[in-house]
């Protein structure tokens, strides 16, 4: 075929395609009432793992705002003094690899006075009542069990002269840890059953609306239109429900996480954090958007495959 | 341009429609296909648009054997065929002018030449005042033509019709009929399905007759005007 011949075919394809766009559109537009409620069926679906995936996010936020990361308390007993807190200080440095911050009865009182806020209150100890503390970071072991090697550290210390209390804040970041990597396999299962769900809805409104278009569909056959012709328009209908039913998500994620910021500021104001709740950044909005399309093509592809295919001319 | 060499078509289930059914329709010739009800005058049609395929004996349209092309080809093959239905099958959510240009929509012309066109094919069936018009304010008679300008928008070497006018009265029928030969006067392989006998005699064009699924006469247009009324 010569290229004016190609060129020209390419031409047709791309007017075709345009109709096909446009008469989808017009289709969805005539349908206002049932667009909005596939549209918005399909936008609640996608919004609860957007949702959940949202807040997985966040709490890993917070979680990574946390620097002490496995760090070890350890409490003196109330007589025991500076120089045998350094040479504690230097014995864990020496033999256990770990360094150590001590905190003085001064200076935990001072940090206890800023961060409670008990501050006159506590201006009537004329002596600290807190003991020496050693903030205790054990080192990162090479096969990175963390976990181990802090419950070793911690009853070697615990085993120490003048340890009063040992406290390792470190079950509870697992604990944490743990919940995370729960709520991402979550986050993956309900995106899998909504993803599912989205197809679903839109196979089966794309399904309705070819078999209520029956008449036009064996026209457009008997006028010279090929299956393709035929696919088009309900293809571009899926693509739309799922861009809308995606932006609708968006939108309500919005409108919720607004919702919720003022509080939950408030909240974290009390316990004197600045941190600020994030939703979706431009990448992962774009991401959303092309999957909330992909999901409805896939939908009306698999409706109109089952559909035109049987479709016979009486 | 249109040739039948030995077809027999039987259904799934064992009804012979057609058998043993020869004929060849030239290029600009026009001719009339007639027979009771169940003779097979659809089940001919319908081979010929490819919406059936032959049992037996080949079915050769505008030069192709439609019996060796695939089924992905029946598209390209009614395009190149003007079909007018007894029902017209109008979309009635599109107006005249959508209606009509349809087949263009399909081939993919640009959208100025899609106007000019349709406009061409409307006024050709004294329906251009009708453009903007929607299919069900129309009577049967235009709601036909209106069906006729989009068979013949696309220029197609062929037209052909199933019962036309079976839902008019004489003298529209009479108009259509007209309509038909003037376009076969321009040039377009005509075929027309119609038991209606008196019309057709009128006529005085060639006459298939069907009966029983096969072709029980072959009326050449000469003989019909000799022996005509």
Known sequence: MSTGGLRRKARAWGRRQLYSFFSSLGTLLSHRLGTLLTVLVLGVAMVLPLGLYVTVKNLRALDLQQQDWGTISVYMQPEVGAEQVRSLADRIERERGASSTAVSPEQGMEQFRQASGFGEALSLFEESPLPWVLEVTPARPPGDDLESEVSRLSEWLGQQ?????????????????????????????????????????????????????????????????????????????????????????????????????????????????????????????????????????????????????????? | MINFEHVSKRYTGGVAALQDVSFELAAGEMAFLTGHSGAGKSTLLRLILMLERATRGQVIVNGRNLGKLPSRQAPSVRRGIGMIFQDHKLLSDKTVFDNVSLPLMIAGVRYPDIRRRVRAALDKVGLLSKEKSWPLTLSGGEQQRVGIARAIVGMPPILLADEPTGNLDPELSRELFNLFRQLNGQGVTVLVASHDLSLIRSMGQRVLVLANGRLADDIAAAEIRGGGS
């Open chain 1, 161 to 314: 002269e003048g340890v009063d209390l040992v406290q390792a804040d470190f079950k509870w970041l697992q604990r944490l840890a743990g919940l995370l990597a729960l709520g991402d396999a979550v986050v993956t299962v309900l995106g899998v059953l909504f993803s599912l769900a989205v197809v679903v809805v839109v196979a089966n409104t794309i399904r309705l609306d070819v078999a209520s278009r029956a008449e036009e569909i064996q026209v457009l056959q008997f006028v010279g239109a090929g299956n393709g012709f035929i696919r088009q328009p309900f293809l571009y209908s899926g693509f739309w429900y799922g861009l809308l039913g995606a932006l609708l998500a968006l939108l309500v994620l919005g409108a919720c996480l607004f919702y919720l910021s003022l509080p939950l500021a408030r909240l974290l104001d009390a316990y004197g954090n600045t941190f600020t709740i994030s939703g979706l950044d431009g990448r992962e909005v774009l991401l959303t958007l092309l999957s909330g399309a992909a999901l409805g093509l896939l939908g009306a592809w698999l409706a109109v495959q089952r559909y035109v295919r049987h479709f016979r001319l009486d």
